[in-house]
């Protein structure tokens, strides 16, 4: 039996109900167990074995999606790459020592497979192997250091596929090498509901898109939310559809989370969490204009330790391809969020690592910046820290700004406009003002230096 067998027999139930939605066209469900199989032939005509280490580059679309599956099946090791990543694709290559590329970036509806002399040896991927089950490989976004390549057994990541759930409309914004687009993709699908694709993320493309397509759940970042409420796009489509808004991989500002309510007020607001190590948690938000959450599910233990989360998952990865291990000899995993506890729910306030030390006073960025971006004339910022001789570290602002205005203005508007609501320790120190987008092609919030 194939490796993925029970999710066909649940598009076998209907096989004319519509999968996907690509360049407006519908594909159906039969219509991808077609090419499916297609890819099965494909691989035995190219001798793609079984426990094949296989890139598979490409955005969402009917083929890469029937091929992801496909590859699942023959239980290769599936490393999926988007153009977000050109920069370091060769990197990427050579760290998941892929045997095979599947390329779909040129021509989305062709495609070209490159065969490498590579062979696998690292002692992770050879214990996948051993398993004979299939793998995945994901690249962390590098946001705030080095790529890491988290190299998961599929197996035990798609098991919580197996309870049925709403079936829903849902548009793939989250990218597929990301652990965020995979959990959209196997929840879509294992439910019956239709993926709505998009060829760009642009805040009027998304919402015609909703609109459109009567989309009903849209899984995005805060950046991007931000992004769409400086566009105003909110106004200008008609987003009644919308049923729920899922947002995670960054710290929600609260003023961001209070307008997004008020623009799309028909649609639950859910934050998500999840590492590209452990998998997507489930959650629930204490209300849609909290950032309290629990967070858990089957599979999932959490605790708190010296206000910071940690968890232990039936899903988490092997480990690391190109670093040690990030679990203690129990299995559990320092997430290094930061996090308030009351009763049941948390508050995540952000990575420890990011956590700015002024003279032994502790501020994390999104506090500072939720505060900065509701500022007159301000599009974006992003908050980091500076080597300080005398407290240590101190807080930079980088702004990106609506219109032009000089450094010296800024700052003492600055000033004034923090000077009750934050406290002094938490004002910036220094800014500084960039063209430059301060958001990777995940749209999540970049705060090393540009």
Same mark, same amino acid.
């Given at each position: ?8 027999? &649940? ?7 519509? %999968? ?7 594909? /159906? ?12 032939? @494909?691989?035995?005509?190219? =001798? ?17 999606? +029937? ?63 051993? @398993? ?81 397509? @009567? ?5 995005? /970042? ?17 987003? #009644? ?13 609260? +003023? ?10 028909? %649609?639950?607001?859910?934050? #998500? ?12 938000? @204490? ?34 391809? =190109? ?27 952000? &990575?420890? /690592? ?11 960025? %999104? ?16 908050? #980091?820290?500076? /080597?300080?001789?005398? #407290?240590?570290?101190?807080?930079? %602002? ?49 705060? &090393?230096?540009?």
């Amino acid at each position: 039996m194939r490796q993925l067998q029970w999710l066909y027999d &649940r598009f076998l139930e209907d096989t004319t109900r519509s %999968a996907m939605v690509w360049h407006d066209r519908l594909f /159906s469900y039969g219509w991808l167990l077609e090419r499916v199989e297609c890819w099965h032939q @494909r691989f035995a005509a190219e =001798n793609l074995g079984s426990n094949a280490v296989v890139a598979l580059e490409g955005d969402y679309s009917p083929e890469v999606v +029937a091929a992801l599956l496909a590859l699942i099946d023959t239980k290769a090791v599936v490393v999926p790459l988007t153009a977000s990543v050109s920069a370091h694709r060769e990197e990427f290559l050579e760290i998941a020592e892929v045997q095979f590329v599947i390329s779909f970036l040129e021509d989305p509806e062709g495609h070209l497979v490159r065969r490498t002399d590579v062979k696998p040896v690292k002692e992770l991927t050879r214990t996948v192997i051993a @398993r004979d089950h299939p793998g995945l490989v994901l690249f962390s976004s590098g946001s705030t250091g080095r790529s890491k390549a988290a190299l998961h057994d599929f197996v035990p990541l798609l098991e919580k596929f197996g309870v049925r759930r709403q079936s829903l409309v849902s548009l793939t914004f989250l990218l597929l090498d990301h652990i965020g687009g995979i959990n959209t993709l196997f929840y879509v699908l294992s439910n019956c509901g239709r993926l709505v694709t998009v060829q760009t993320r642009t805040p009027d493309d998304i919402c015609a898109a909703i609109e459109k397509h @009567r989309v009903e759940l849209l899984p995005t /970042s805060p950046t991007f939310l931000n992004l769409l409420l400086l566009a105003e796009a909110t106004s200008r489509y008609d987003l #009644t559809s919308l049923k729920r808004v899922t947002y995670g991989t960054e710290v929600m500002p609260p +003023a961001t989370l209070q307008r997004i309510h008020e623009a799309i007020p028909t %649609a639950e607001l859910l934050q #998500t969490y999840g590492l590209s190590e452990v998998g997507i948690l489930r959650s629930k938000s @204490r209300s849609s204009d909290s950032l309290w959450l629990k967070v858990g599910g089957e599979g999932f233990e959490t605790k708190v330790q010296d206000g910071t989360l940690w968890i232990r998952a039936k899903s988490a990865m092997l480990g690391y391809l =190109n670093a040690p291990s990030p679990f203690d000899a129990d299995g559990w995993m320092n997430t290094g969020d930061a996090v308030e506890v009351d009763g049941d729910y948390l508050r995540i306030l952000g &990575r420890k /690592s990011e956590m700015i030390n002024v003279g032994g006073l502790k501020v994390y960025p %999104a506090e500072v910046e939720d505060v900065l971006a509701q500022m007159p004339n301000v599009k974006d910022v992003a908050v #980091t820290a500076e /080597s300080h001789p005398l #407290t240590g570290q101190i807080v930079v %602002a980088r702004f990106n700004l609506r219109a032009e205005e000089s450094p010296t203005d800024l700052k003492r508007r600055m000033r004034e406009f923090c000077r009750q609501r934050l406290a002094t320790y938490k004002i910036p120190a220094k800014i500084e003002v960039t063209d430059r987008e301060q958001y990777s092609g995940r749209f999540k919030k970049m705060r &090393r230096k540009l």
